[in-house]
Every structure is written in C-alpha cells, then in structure tokens.
C-alpha cells in the first residue's frame, strides 16, 4: 500500500494559557497543504523500517512511524502481519510542519485499511492521540481550529484551493522549548474561529503567530525568509509552528 502522508501549517497560533501539567494551553487552525512524503508498506515474512530522502536522526525504535506500526500491531495481532514499511522523507523535520505527525497518523489509517480492521475515525484519533499532540489532526486531515494542547478540534469551512503555498524552510533548528519560554502567554488577540469570514488579504497585520517574535530574534534569517515570501507578493506569510518554516499564501 502506498500513501502520501501530506504537511500542515498553522494558521495563527496563540498561547493562552500555562497548565498545571507543564502543556500549555493554546488555539490555532491547522490547515493541510500539498507538501508530502512516501510511505509504501508491504506485507513481508518480517518486520523493518527503511528510510530515504531527508536524514532521520535516531535509532528505528525511536521513530513515530515504527511506533505507529508497533501500536496497531500489537492493538490487533491475530488481523495484522508483519510489514516492510519504507518511509521517503521529503517534508523537513523540525520545522513546524508536522511531518512526522503525518507519517504516524498515515500508518495507522493506512493499516487500518490494508487489513480491513474497521477501527472508527474516534478510535484511530484515540491512538494519534498516544503518539503525539498534533498527531489527531492527520486522521480526518481537514482544516481544523484546535484548543486545548493542539488536540481538541473544531472543523473549519476553510477553503484555500484557488490558492497555492510557497515554502521556505531556513535550515534551521528551533528549539520548542526554548521558543516556548520567551513568548507571551495571554488570551488570544483574533478569535480564529472566525478566520473564513476574513478575506484573506486582511490577514496581515491581524493574524498572529505569537512564537515570531522570539523566534525572530533568536534567528533573524527566518525574519528575512517570511520577508522574501512578501516581497514575493504573498497575500499572507507567517512561520510555522514554532519554526522554523515559513509559508506564504499566495494567487495562483
């Protein structure tokens, strides 16, 4: 079975709250975009994870993809087989664009249907759920305003298809931990429930990403990267995530 795991960005993002349990609280749309990697998996007489494409540091066990695989398999192991699973990364890694989300919530649906297992859309969101936050959002992989860790969405009647994306990706590593300690916590200042109703060439100025502006200073050549996409004539550009991708949305 072949399958296209497919990048997010977020449009807007806001910290909204520090949580007892050391998360935090935040509220952001994300919305998928046509940045993909490969992922093939073939029934085989063993078990194996081959990756190409981008590097990936760490050892296979470590990896959202084997972790997928090893969940479902362990989940229903008299209805699944052991896979070769074969992973081409193209969609840069720490850069806000939740690639590696993508690929685990692509395992799990994609076995899902190679062994016809009928697990409901609530029950595959429930195990993204144990392999990372963001991780849900690839199951129905439609535009969604998320709260609470990133993991409590909304569908969102967003249509951005007469538009297309331009991506920068700096090459460099933004520590989310760090990013997360130099921001402002506070209430959202746009409520992106409501973003469709915008038009979007008043997006600028009006929708936040809140991570910028530390960010920004830490690393000024992604400053410069979200300046080129408007330079470039993008009706919006904005980072990412915490980084360090940017995007520009612009006409076709």
């Not at 935040?26 to 078990?47: G, K, R, S």
């Not at 899902?112 to 849900?136: E, H, Q, W």
């Not at 760090?178 to 429930?193: C, G, M, Q, Y």
Request: charged content about 20%.
């Amino acid at each position: 079975m072949l399958v296209f795991p497919n990048a997010k960005i977020n449009i807007g993002l806001y910290v909204t709250e520090r949580r007892a349990d050391g998360f935090h609280n935040l509220e952001t749309v994300f919305y998928p975009v046509p940045l993909q990697d490969i992922l093939e998996m073939v029934p085989a007489t063993t078990e194996d994870l081959f990756v190409s494409g981008i590097a990936v540091p760490g050892i296979k066990e470590e990896n959202l993809v084997w972790k997928a695989y090893q969940l479902i398999r362990a989940a229903y192991p008299e209805k699944t087989q052991q896979l070769h699973i074969y992973l081409h990364k193209l969609i840069p890694m720490g850069a806000g664009l939740g690639g590696g989300s993508a690929d685990a919530s692509f395992v799990l649906t994609a076995m899902n249907n190679l062994f016809d297992l009928k697990i409901d859309v609530a029950t595959l969101m429930a195990y993204a759920l144990r392999l990372g936050s963001d991780c849900p959002f690839f199951i129905e992989n439609t535009p969604q305003f998320a709260s609470g860790r990133g993991e409590v969405f909304t569908p969102m009647a967003l249509d951005l298809s007469a538009y297309e994306f331009k991506f920068i990706h700096p090459g460099i590593h933004v520590a989310t931990a760090h990013a997360f300690s130099n921001i402002k916590v506070e209430p959202a200042a746009f409520d992106l429930r409501t973003l469709a109703a915008l038009p979007i060439d008043q997006w600028k100025n009006r929708i936040e990403n809140v991570f910028e502006e530390a960010v920004f200073a830490m690393h000024p050549a992604i400053a410069e990267a979200k300046q080129a996409l408007y330079d470039q004539g993008a009706l919006y550009a904005s980072m990412s995530g915490s980084g360090s991708s940017v995007y520009g949305i612009f006409e076709k």
